[in-house]
C-alpha cells in the first residue's frame, strides 16, 4: 500500500493504475480516493491514474490540527514527489477543485493540463450557497441531512451508486477540519498566475456550489475555457460520466 510523507510527517495513501500520460484526480470534501471509484476506470484506459485520500480521510492519517487547500496542495505534491512523477494533469472536482487551483498557482512546473470541475475561487468573490440550501444540510436527523446530500449531488432520475456523500469512517474533528479548509479557501488573487491550459466544468443545475462560479474561475485564469453539463448538479462527473469523462480525456489529451 503506498503511502507518502508530508513534509509534517504525515503519511498520505494514495493509488496508481493505468499507463499513459499521469493523471492526478483529487476528491472533494471529506471524501477519499473511493469519490473516483465509479469513474477512474474510463481515465485510467489513456492515461496513469493517480488517486489519494486526503489527510483525514480513507487509510491516510488523520491528525488533529489545521487544515487548507493549500495544505492539501503540499500533500498532493509529495504524492507525486514519492510516485517519481514530475509533472501531471491535474483534474480536481469540488474541493479537489479548489486543490487543485493551488497546485497550479504554486507549483506550476508540476501541472500539465489542469481540469477544475464544480469549484469555486473561495473568498469575498465567490457566489455562495444559499441559505436554504445551508439549512437543508444542517439538518439534525442525519437521514434527512443525507437525502439532502444526495438531492444536491443528483438529479432524481439516479439511482447510484453514490461514490460522494462522505467518508463514513472519518472522525467528526476531522470532518469539521475537512470544512474549515474548504470554507477558507480563496485563490482569487493566484488565479491569473496559473500557465497550465485549463478547462472549467460545471453542471447548469448545481446549487451545492452555484454554477455561476464556473465563468468566474474562466474569466480568472489565462485561457482557460468552459463546458457546462446541461441539466447536471454537483456530482455531475458520476452521474453525467458519459459525456464529463470523455470531455475531459480530450482536453487532456490536446
Known amino acids: 500500500m503506498p503511502l507518502a510523507r508530508a513534509a509534517d510527517g504525515t503519511k498520505l495513501f494514495y493509488s496508481v493504475e493505468g499507463s499513459g500520460p499521469p493523471l492526478l484526480l483529487i476528491a472533494g470534501q471529506s471524501n477519499s480516493s473511493r469519490w473516483w471509484s465509479q469513474v477512474r476506470a474510463g481515465f485510467s484506459a489513456a492515461f496513469t491514474?493517480?488517486?489519494t485520500d486526503h489527510r483525514g480521510t480513507g487509510s491516510s492519517d488523520k491528525p488533529d490540527a489545521p487544515y487548507s487547500t493549500r495544505l492539501f496542495a503540499s500533500d498532493c505534491v509529495a504524492i507525486l514527489d514519492d510516485a517519481g512523477i514530475?509533472?501531471?494533469?491535474?483534474?480536481?472536482?469540488?474541493?479537489?477543485?479548489?486543490?487543485?487551483?493551488?497546485?497550479a498557482a504554486s507549483?506550476?512546473?508540476r501541472v500539465d493540463r489542469l481540469v477544475l470541475g464544480c469549484t469555486s475561487p473561495g473568498g469575498p468573490h465567490a457566489i455562495e450557497r444559499s441559505a436554504e440550501v445551508r439549512r437543508s444540510l444542517a439538518q439534525v436527523d442525519p437521514m434527512k441531512a443525507r437525502r439532502?446530500?444526495?438531492?444536491?449531488?443528483?438529479?432524481p432520475a439516479y439511482r447510484g451508486p453514490f461514490n460522494t456523500l462522505g467518508d463514513p469512517a472519518m472522525p467528526p474533528y476531522a470532518r469539521k477540519r475537512h470544512l474549515f479548509a474548504s470554507a477558507e479557501h480563496d485563490a482569487w488573487?493566484?488565479?491569473?498566475?496559473?500557465?497550465?491550459?485549463?478547462?472549467?466544468?460545471?453542471g447548469t443545475e448545481d446549487v451545492f456550489n452555484p454554477a455561476a462560479n464556473a465563468p468566474l474561475i474562466t474569466e480568472r485564469i489565462p485561457g482557460a475555457r468552459m463546458h457546462l453539463i446541461e441539466g447536471a448538479r454537483h456530482g455531475y462527473f458520476e452521474e453525467f460520466a458519459g459525456e464529463a469523462t470523455p470531455l475531459?480525456?480530450?482536453?487532456?489529451q490536446g
Open 107 to 109: 507549483h506550476g512546473a
Open 248 to 252: 475531459v480525456v480530450d482536453f487532456l
Open 148 to 155: 439532502a446530500l444526495e438531492e444536491l449531488m443528483y438529479t
Open 49 to 51: 491514474t493517480i488517486v
Open 189 to 202: 488573487d493566484v488565479l491569473p498566475s496559473i500557465t497550465a491550459p485549463t478547462l472549467v466544468v460545471h
Open 86 to 103: 514530475d509533472r501531471a494533469h491535474v483534474y480536481g472536482t469540488s474541493m479537489g477543485g479548489r486543490i487543485a487551483q493551488w497546485i
